[in-house]
């Protein structure tokens, strides 16, 4: 209770009650970012519901009305949302763009192609290789979240530069508040190192790295793509081989593999969300799905 109270009290302090730019965010965690950094300024937008998937959306009217009238535009990047890049030519060409993705100072990682993750082969038109060799998934590394609050303060303080001291202390007190939740995950996480779990989809290396903790196989092909059974029959012999113990959905996507892939063992199934669909968006959207993360994957 008195982190919350005090980065709310430290979070939103001392505006200048000015006309602040009109800012647009692709996925919660990232609207959530944002959100810490504008304050009681004002309220971005967010394109993606943390239910839908981000791999394919369509804008509904009054979302491409915010973007037509956007003065900023915050998102991953064109291999999270390969919908959004032409949207935003037609509709927001005026508007800063921000791509999280390629800024120089975030952290990518490229798909993961071993055992278990051979689903980003080359010949398989269902991976990501239509995006490119990057993983998207970059917002789940807190490291680059840090960046990217600064990001947003800097760009937000071009736009708006009466209110400059107000974003760089909303960011730095983000900052602070996000170094805090670290240090909790990794306490939370210390005794999962050595659990051997599975994911619905490869979408949590970031955090993975970041935690030292390690899927052992991913199920699906791809975002949105369906196993085949040779694929459904190796991984069932991968949770045989090396005693999985759980095995992570996604709210996203449907369950139904899961089951069939899980069938005749006595792995465990949790909800794994890099979305943080069952959160309320706001501020705290961004470490409540970090935290929730972690609490999954130590609790099973």
């Not at 001291?165 to 939740?181: G, H, I, M, P």
Request: charged letters at 20%.
């Amino acid at each position: 209770m008195l982190r919350t109270v005090l980065l709310s009290s430290i979070l939103f302090a001392s505006p200048a009650f000015a006309d602040v730019p009109r800012v647009v965010t692709d996925i919660a965690p990232v609207h959530s970012l944002v959100a810490q950094v504008m304050g009681e300024l004002g309220e971005p937008e967010v394109l993606v519901t943390a239910s839908a998937s981000p791999h394919s959306f369509a804008l509904r009217p009054s979302q491409a009305g915010a973007l037509e009238q956007a003065q900023a535009v915050f998102w991953v990047g064109e291999s999270l949302t390969p919908w959004l890049e032409p949207t935003l030519d037609r509709l927001s060409a005026d508007a800063v763009q921000v791509e999280l993705l390629h800024l120089p100072e975030t952290q990518t990682l490229e798909f993961r192609d071993a055992d278990g993750f051979e689903a980003h082969d080359h010949d398989d038109d269902h991976g990501h290789d239509a995006h490119g060799d990057i993983d998207p998934h970059a917002w789940l590394n807190p490291d680059n979240a840090m960046v990217w609050l600064d990001a947003v303060a800097t760009e937000l303080s071009t736009l708006d530069p009466e209110n400059a001291a107000t974003y760089d202390a909303n960011a730095q007190a983000a900052k602070e508040a996000l170094a805090e939740t670290v240090a909790q995950i990794e306490t939370t996480l210390a005794p999962a190192k050595d659990t051997a779990f599975i994911v619905f989809h490869d979408a949590y290396h970031y955090f993975e790295a970041r935690f030292g903790i390690e899927a052992i196989a991913a199920i699906s092909l791809g975002d949105a793509a369906t196993p085949g059974p040779a694929r459904v029959e190796r991984i069932q012999e991968t949770v045989r081989q090396n005693g999985v113990s759980c095995a992570f959905s996604e709210p996203q996507f449907s369950d139904g593999l899961l089951a069939t892939v899980l069938d005749g063992t006595d792995a465990r199934v949790a909800v794994l969300d890099p979305l943080g669909a069952a959160l309320p968006l706001g501020p705290q959207h961004y470490e409540a799905t970090l935290r929730a993360m972690a609490d999954a994957i130590a609790g099973c």
